[in-house]
């Protein structure tokens, strides 16, 4: 079935770890997304990319890093630097319509959750 | 993007409609309305989405004024299983669009038994 697979489900990190979360998705949707959502909050934009080997800072990048290296695939890398970095991460991806406009509703993958201890 | 605002929450009665409100009072004439909700610990899903025309599917209704500048989303017997917070957004469809998809706070729509 196609979809969109974020892993793992749960981590743990120690201060001062990086770590990366997995996104991949097997829908051939060109743009894909990354949220950060801490409890009873909305979702936070961290990095967007609409195509391979480009990718744009969303509202909160600081302390994070992506690569877009192939289509299917949007890793996220939460970085030491990130001051608050326990929260659960929402991945997402987007088609484009068959007239090539950047169309289509948005499909999340179930997330994965850091705490840092 | 234009900007969103919703209720912090709501409660509706088991069986009966939900009307969930969206001003969007700046949107521009080529923004579409898209709602998504977003169930306890898990990705938000899609419902619906219009551009100044109301939508209906499986799921809901959306109704959006004639000036544009609010909607609702009504989903017409609402089960428990509708416990979740709701989330309208509005954003660009277009080639040339870099599309950010930003997300408010939503509405936490409680279902009461």
């Known amino acids: 079935d196609g979809g969109i697979t974020q892993s793992p489900k749960y981590l743990f990190r120690k201060e001062g770890q990086n770590v990366t979360l997995s996104c991949e998705q097997n829908?051939?949707?060109?743009?894909m997304y990354w949220y950060r959502q801490d409890p009873g909050q909305g979702l936070r934009l961290i990095y967007y990319?609409?195509?391979?080997?480009?990718?744009q800072k969303g509202d909160i990048a600081e302390g994070y890093s992506v690569s877009r290296e192939k289509k299917e695939s949007f890793p996220l890398t939460v970085t030491s630097a990130q001051k608050n970095p326990t929260a659960f991460y929402l991945c997402?991806?987007?088609?484009?319509?068959?007239?090539?406009?950047?169309?289509?509703?948005?499909?999340f993958g179930e997330g994965s959750r850091l705490t840092v201890l | 993007d234009a900007k969103t605002t919703q209720p912090t929450s709501m409660d509706c009665a088991e069986g009966r409609a939900a009307n969930l409100p969206c001003n969007h009072s700046?949107?521009?004439?080529?923004?579409?309305v898209y709602w998504y909700r977003q169930i306890h610990s898990q990705g938000p899903q899609y419902i619906i989405h219009?551009?100044?025309n109301n939508e209906t599917n499986e799921m809901a209704s959306l109704i959006i004024t004639e000036d544009r500048k609010s909607s609702t989303l009504i989903l017409p017997h609402a089960t428990l299983r509708d416990t979740a917070v709701y989330y309208c957004?509005?954003?660009?469809?277009?080639?040339?669009?870099?599309?950010?998809?930003?997300f408010g706070p939503g509405t936490s729509l409680s279902v009461i038994p």
């Open positions: 997402a991806s987007r088609g484009t319509s068959d007239r090539g406009l950047q169309a289509g509703e948005l499909f």
């Open positions: 829908l051939n949707h060109d743009a």
């Open positions: 990319s609409q195509i391979v080997n480009d990718f």
């Open positions: 700046t949107i521009s004439g080529n923004e579409y």
């Open positions: 219009g551009l100044k």
């Open positions: 957004i509005v954003r660009v469809i277009g080639k040339t669009s870099y599309d950010k998809v930003i």
